[in-house]
């Protein structure tokens, strides 16, 4: 099946810095790709839909200002949390559609997750 | 987006077959409805996906009653590895809309 690779796999920061997260459909164009948050015990919350040289969508409550997305090629989609704080520590989790999916069968595929801790 | 209600937990013993089942009764004419596995600290994995009717592939099937306001996720023989969290959703990716998780379903197999 398709690969989708997130770096780092865990990352640990200072309060007030700022973290990028890499997420790369590697054998598959994805002109769509989601970000997701998932703390301890809990499901994956939908942050964002990123779009291929478009800005991203972001849902209800998500601040745009400290998660900044970039989509700038089919392949590639970064997440940067900026002035992290302690409260941002979660598990970060992207995803990609293949580009023209159409019809059945065309499930998204999922990163592997970036383990966010801020100290 | 249809909400989905599956049961927080389930608990079964190797080489049994498990059922879990989801509810969605707000489910739209052109949703799909798809399940994924989850272990700790890894993102979900696609497992099956379908509309109507009976799906099966290499390791699960997946029944969808004529209403589709349910569906079950069977798993065969479950082993210890199949200890994960399963979720179901609903949505319409013709449109290109993105799938929301709901609660998911911990199954627990015990030796």
């Known amino acids: 099946g398709a690969v989708v690779s997130q770096h780092p796999s865990w990352v640990i920061c200072k309060s007030g810095t700022s973290v990028k997260i890499e997420c790369r459909s590697l054998?598959?164009?994805?002109?769509?790709m989601f970000w997701y948050r998932q703390f301890p015990k809990q499901s994956l919350m939908l942050m964002a839909t990123?779009?291929?040289?478009?800005?991203?969508?972001?849902e209800q409550g998500v601040e745009k200002d400290k998660f900044l997305i970039n989509h700038a090629s089919l392949t590639l989609s970064t997440l940067t949390v900026t002035s992290a704080h302690p409260e941002d520590s979660s598990f970060y989790i992207c995803?990609?559609?293949?580009?023209?999916?159409?019809?059945?069968?065309?499930?998204?595929?999922f990163g592997q997750g970036t383990r966010l801790t801020v100290v | 987006l249809a909400k989905t209600t599956q049961p927080i937990s389930m608990d079964s013993y190797e080489g049994q077959e498990v059922n879990i089942t989801c509810s969605h009764n707000?489910?739209?004419?052109?949703?799909?409805i798809t399940w994924y596995q989850q272990f700790p600290s890894q993102g979900p994995r696609f497992i099956i996906q379908?509309?109507?009717t009976k799906v099966t592939n290499e390791v699960a099937s997946l029944f969808i009653p004529a209403d589709r306001k349910s569906s079950t996720l069977s798993l065969p023989r479950v082993s210890l590895s199949d200890t994960a969290v399963y979720y179901c959703?609903?949505?319409?990716?013709?449109?290109?809309?993105?799938?929301?998780f709901g609660g998911g379903t911990r199954l627990m197999v015990k030796p």
């Open positions: 379908g509309y109507k």
């Open positions: 959703l609903v949505g319409d990716k013709n449109a290109g809309n993105m799938l929301t």
């Open positions: 707000n489910i739209a004419t052109n949703d799909y």
């Open positions: 995803s990609a559609r293949k580009a023209g999916s159409r019809g059945m069968n065309t499930e998204a595929f």
């Open positions: 054998d598959f164009q994805a002109t769509t």
């Open positions: 990123s779009n291929e040289g478009s800005k991203a969508t972001y």
